[in-house]
């Protein structure tokens, strides 16, 4: 039986330091890994992340194609069969589905981005949905059902 006063990392956990800049006896003296000569091996040095020595850099070198809009609205997609799952395991109060519901329950990975309700799978149960967007399919079921949709403005 363990103590935990016995316990030890396991081994080859721990690794030891490189302490550079420290002299001759660290066995990293004279240049302290920087090499002989250049820029790189003189004090203050200073180069970009994404700097490559001169040589042309990716984002020029790679094609540019098409056209990106800076206001393109990506939407998490949230699929009937999943408010179906919460409403058969009792996850769901009053009926009603929005998005501290969706998100508390793993459905939606960030509460705040908006997200998109999608016609796949069964829906069985009436629902109230609050959603940023809902596609036709989706309309269709969950208004069949006796639900109600409550668009919610991005």
């Known amino acids: ?15 030891k330091v490189k302490r550079i800049g420290r002299g001759e006896g660290s066995g990293h003296g004279g ?46 997609v949230v699929n009937l069969g999943a408010l179906q799952k919460l409403v058969d395991n009792k996850k769901v109060d009053d009926g009603v589905i929005n998005a501290a519901s969706l998100y508390k329950n793993g459905v939606i990975s960030k509460s705040s981005a908006p ?4 016609g796949a799978g069964e829906l069985k149960a009436k629902i109230n949905v609050e959603a940023h967007a809902f596609s036709a399919s989706a309309k269709e079921k969950i208004e069949s059902l006796g639900g109600t949709i409550k668009e919610i403005k991005v």
């Open 1 to 15: 039986m363990d103590i935990l006063s016995n316990l030890k990392p396991a081994k080859g956990a721990n690794k």
């Open 31 to 76: 240049t302290a890994t920087r090499g002989m000569n250049g820029q790189r091996s003189r004090a203050g040095a200073k180069y970009r992340s994404w700097f490559e020595g001169g040589q042309m850099p990716l984002q020029r070198r790679v094609p540019k194609r098409g056209f990106h809009s800076p206001f393109r609205v990506e939407y998490q």
């Open 115 to 118: 997200y998109k309700v999608l």
